[in-house]
């Protein structure tokens, strides 16, 4: 039996957006289960500095948060932000969507992109490749 983090990744991304909400979204599938492995938030500054909290929601146990701090200056980039899960976090159930979002970072903001990586299999415990 494979193990079900050997199959195929899925990613997801929001495209790039100046100063407006990114959001990157794996759909909730009917008797299927996201499992996600990871994600990156790369982004530059805005015209003041500040921080915004990006969120995961959908997984079982509930919401995890990222605090982003933004740089001044609209051309500074900002150190990426790119976790990978040690183990694969389960969505909170079957039918399901897990959703990342980052809020506006800012006037002046020119660049954020956020992308989640993940792999769903089917409640019976089968890996869909």
Request: proline share 5%; net charge negative.
């Amino acid at each position: 039996m494979r193990q079900p983090w050997s199959g195929a990744v899925e990613s997801a991304s929001s495209g790039n957006v100046a100063n407006a909400q990114a959001q990157a979204t794996f759909a909730a599938d009917a008797k299927q289960l996201w499992y996600l492995t990871g994600l990156e938030i790369t982004y530059s500054g805005a015209t003041a500095a500040g921080v915004v909290v990006a969120t995961i929601t959908g997984l079982l146990g509930g919401t995890i948060d990222y605090v982003v701090p933004v740089p001044v200056g609209v051309s500074v980039g900002a150190v990426p932000i790119s976790v990978q899960f040690g183990h694969p976090l389960a969505g909170a159930a079957p039918n399901t969507a897990i959703v990342a979002t980052v809020p506006a970072l800012g006037s002046g903001n020119t660049n954020c992109v956020l992308n989640i990586h993940g792999f769903k299999v089917s409640t019976n415990g089968n890996l869909l490749d």
